[in-house]
């Protein structure tokens, strides 16, 4: 599976600044992309309770490490699971 980070909304003036909201694709390579969102404040409560290492934590652990000025600079980044690699790498003829 991939995740990709495709925006950033910034939290509305009056509201708590975990209120920022990141939207999501998933993509597992067996049908169409999926779009999701997600909030820093959920993103938190997901990594504190150590979640396996997958695509989606990855992308939530960035999330949840970024500085609010930061938030911006994660949009576009992909985050694949392990397991992915390493077909691709089989399927490509490359060691593990």
Same mark, same amino acid.
């Given at each position: 599976? @991939?995740?990709?980070?495709?925006?950033?909304?910034?939290?509305?003036?009056?509201?708590?600044?975990?209120?920022?909201?990141?939207?999501?694709?998933?993509?597992?390579?067996?049908?169409?992309?999926?779009?999701?969102?997600?909030? *820093?404040?959920?993103?938190?409560?997901?990594?504190?309770?150590?979640?396996?290492?997958?695509?989606?934590?990855?992308?939530?652990?960035?999330?949840?490490?970024?500085?609010?000025?930061?938030?911006?600079? *994660?949009?576009? @980044?992909?985050?694949?699971?392990? @397991?992915?690699?390493?077909?691709?790498?089989?399927?490509?003829?490359?060691?593990?």
């Amino acid at each position: 599976m @991939n995740v990709t980070i495709v925006s950033h909304e910034n939290a509305l003036p009056a509201s708590a600044g975990e209120l920022h909201r990141f939207r999501f694709e998933t993509a597992d390579g067996a049908g169409l992309r999926k779009s999701h969102s997600i909030s *820093l404040r959920t993103a938190r409560v997901i990594v504190e309770s150590k979640p396996p290492d997958d695509a989606l934590t990855r992308m939530l652990r960035a999330i949840v490490s970024a500085g609010e000025s930061d938030y911006d600079d *994660l949009i576009g @980044n992909t985050y694949t699971d392990d @397991n992915d690699a390493r077909r691709r790498r089989q399927h490509e003829g490359r060691a593990p």
